[in-house]
Nanobody
Framework: QVQLAESGGGLVQAGGSLRLSCAVS????????MGWYRQAPGKQRELVAR???????VYADSVKGRFTISRDNAKKTVNLHMNSLKPEDTAVYYC??????????WGQGTQVTVSS
């Protein structure tokens, strides 16, 4: 059973926007704080946005004011709206629990490429 499936990435010019979506299984969606992570080539994966079950959002300084995380309860998705994209936002983006375990699985991710 696929638990996390990211989509919506693509190639965009600097200053552009993208909307990422992550379909989340019921066993995860209703019980965990969720986050969007990204991993650029040669770098460690980093948490860029998190959303608690109570609706609190927290953003990395690098994306604050440009990215917005949200959830759609009807569709069971966690979304990431990205505006004013910069070349340094280029990475593979993943969603997962905020407090994931080493044994937790990851989706395939979605590639975001921002050209200058």
């Amino acid at each position: 059973q696929v638990q996390l499936a990211e989509s919506g990435g693509g190639l965009v010019q600097a200053g552009g926007s993208l909307r990422l979506s992550c379909a989340v299984s019921q066993s995860i969606f209703s019980f965990y704080d969720m986050g969007w992570y990204r991993q650029a080539p040669g770098k460690q994966r980093e948490l860029v946005a998190r959303l608690t079950l109570s609706g609190v959002t927290v953003y990395a300084d690098s994306v604050k004011g440009r990215f917005t995380i949200s959830r759609d309860n009807a569709k069971k998705t966690v979304n990431l709206h990205m505006n004013s994209l910069k070349p340094e936002d280029t990475a593979v983006y993943y969603c997962n629990k905020v407090n994931f375990r080493a044994s937790d699985s990851w989706g395939q991710g979605t590639q975001v490429t921002v050209s200058s």
